[in-house]
């Protein structure tokens, strides 16, 4: 099964852009992954979907223009484009993997995004 | 709008069971193509999945936890709910209520409840 691999931290200032990355373990280089925002004593919500030809399906609920992911080889990114005081949170990136009984869903560390 | 809410006690002793309820409002459990799902977030650590059941009662655990998980369904009450043996300090985290919608290429988690934090302690 896939080990996803995300940076601990990272920060950005105010206005600016940011990509976080989230790596997949060698041999899953057809995965897609899932973005979830989770801001300060609050539970995830859904960012978006990727895969190698980018953008799965649509952007979760409320989830700015601002918001956009790309994915190449055994990286997904997520970048944020005019970074706002709001968009300081965890970020985790997600992939489920197998079926039936193997059936396992799986996060990466997360990473926190600090707005300077 | 579907609304997630766990309930359940914030304080388990060592070697006593969790157990949690999540109570689903606004759609079914046995609607189908959705997976009511169990997660948890230790403290100051990433998202772990505990396991997932499907509308049908079909379960899918981690193989970390499965010697220790079940996860039930309550159609009678929209309920699901988890329940987790031998506690020890390491179980003590957020513990999150999810649905994860499965359609064609789409596996995500759409709605999640808000956390109740569980901590182990005697």
């Known amino acids: 099964q896939p080990v996803l691999t995300q940076p601990p931290s990272v920060s950005a200032s105010l206005g600016a852009s940011v990509t976080l990355t989230c790596t997949l373990s060698s041999g899953y280089s057809d995965y897609k992954v899932d973005w979830y925002q989770q801001r300060p004593g609050k539970g995830p919500r859904f960012v978006m979907r990727?895969?190698?030809?980018?953008?799965?399906?649509s952007k979760g609920d409320g989830i700015p223009d601002r918001f956009s992911v790309l994915g190449s080889g055994l990286n997904r990114y997520l970048t944020i484009k005019n970074i706002q005081e709001e968009d300081e949170s965890d970020y985790h990136c997600?992939?489920?993997?197998?079926?039936?009984?193997?059936?396992?869903?799986?996060f990466g560390g997360g990473t926190k995004l600090t707005v300077l | 709008q579907v609304q997630l809410q766990e309930s359940g006690p914030g304080l388990v002793k060592p070697s006593q069971a969790l157990s949690l309820s999540c109570s689903v409002s606004?759609?079914?459990?046995?609607?189908?193509?959705?997976?009511w799902t169990w997660i948890r977030q230790l403290p100051g650590k990433g998202l772990e999945w505990i396991g997932s059941i499907y509308s049908n009662g079909g379960t899918y655990y981690s193989p970390l936890l499965r010697s220790r998980v079940t996860i039930s369904l309550h159609t009678s009450k929209n309920q699901f709910s988890l329940n987790l043996n031998s506690m020890t300090a390491a179980d003590t985290a957020t513990y999150y209520c999810?649905?994860?919608?499965?359609?064609?290429?789409?596996?995500?988690?759409?709605?999640w409840g808000q956390g109740t934090l569980v901590t182990v302690s005697s």
């Open positions: 999810a649905r994860l919608i499965a359609r064609a290429a789409l596996y995500y988690f759409d709605y």
């Open positions: 990727v895969g190698i030809g980018g953008i799965v399906g």
């Open positions: 997600a992939a489920d993997h197998g079926s039936g009984n193997n059936f396992v869903v799986l």
């Open positions: 606004g759609g079914s459990i046995i609607d189908g193509g959705y997976y």
